[in-house]
């Protein structure tokens, strides 16, 4: 049973253009909502998190978009760079669980 | 500072051996610390998780089993592989309260033939 659902699975951008990622959940214990970045052969890395209490939190080029009575939340790149090449997963976490999504390889061409 | 690390970094295995994956932390005491798998297509899925010395908590029923010897050092084991068990797999830690950033090990693939 997956506590995460992500899409989309891949997604393709201009340079310049801007990369959005959904993810939705269920269990309305979740208080905690990270974003990590991954690149090939690499262990997952904290990106940006957000924590319920706020609807957007933006750090740099990155912006979480969180709609608490949707259950959904969001990552947007803004002005996305070949750099930003990777998989995104989102995540949503409670105590000591911490549930991913499936993952989304994003790929920014030049 | 701390870091983490986890190897062997790659692994080839013949199905019916046994598995030892080792994962060690520095720079802190009494971390949180996650074993993951990731398979394609389906994320990460966490296995174990441990709050202490000797305290293993399983997510998911499986060929699989944890051990944390030491206060920074936690081991997944198997005592006879399947060819499902291969996959790639992640070592964690966090601070107490697992609602904080989560660290990442480099990974083992492990291929299970």
């Known amino acids: 049973q997956q506590q995460v659902k992500q899409s989309p699975q891949s997604l393709i951008v201009q340079k310049g253009g801007i990369s959005i990622i959904n993810c939705a959940y269920e269990?309305?214990?979740?208080?905690?909502f990270p974003w990590y970045q991954q690149f090939p052969g690499k262990g997952p890395a904290l990106l940006i998190a957000?924590?319920?209490?706020?609807s957007e939190k933006k750090e740099g080029r990155f912006t979480i978009s969180f709609n608490k009575s949707a259950k959904q939340f969001s990552l947007h790149i803004m002005d996305s760079q070949p750099g930003d090449s990777a998989t995104y997963f989102c995540?949503?976490?409670?105590?000591?669980?911490?549930?991913f999504g499936t993952g989304t390889r994003l790929t920014v061409i030049p | 500072s701390q870091t983490i690390h986890q190897w062997p970094a790659t692994l080839v295995q013949p199905v019916g051996s046994p598995l030892s994956l080792e994962c060690t932390v520095e720079?802190?005491?009494?971390?949180?610390l996650y074993w993951y798998r990731q398979a394609a297509g389906r994320g990460l899925q966490l296995l174990f998780y441990?709050?202490?010395?000797?305290?293993i908590s399983s997510e998911v029923p499986q060929n699989l089993s944890a051990s944390r010897p030491q206060d920074r050092q936690f081991i997944l084991s198997s005592k006879k592989l399947l060819l499902s068990d291969s996959g790639f797999y992640l070592c964690?830690?966090?601070?107490?309260?697992?609602?904080?950033?989560?660290?990442f090990g480099q990974g083992t693939r492990l291929t299970v033939v």
């Open positions: 441990s709050v202490g010395i000797g305290q």
């Open positions: 269990n309305t214990a979740f208080d905690y």
């Open positions: 720079g802190t005491s009494n971390p949180n």
């Open positions: 957000i924590r319920p209490d706020v």
């Open positions: 995540a949503a976490g409670y105590l000591y669980n911490l549930f």
């Open positions: 964690a830690w966090t601070k107490t309260d697992m609602n904080t950033e989560a660290f």
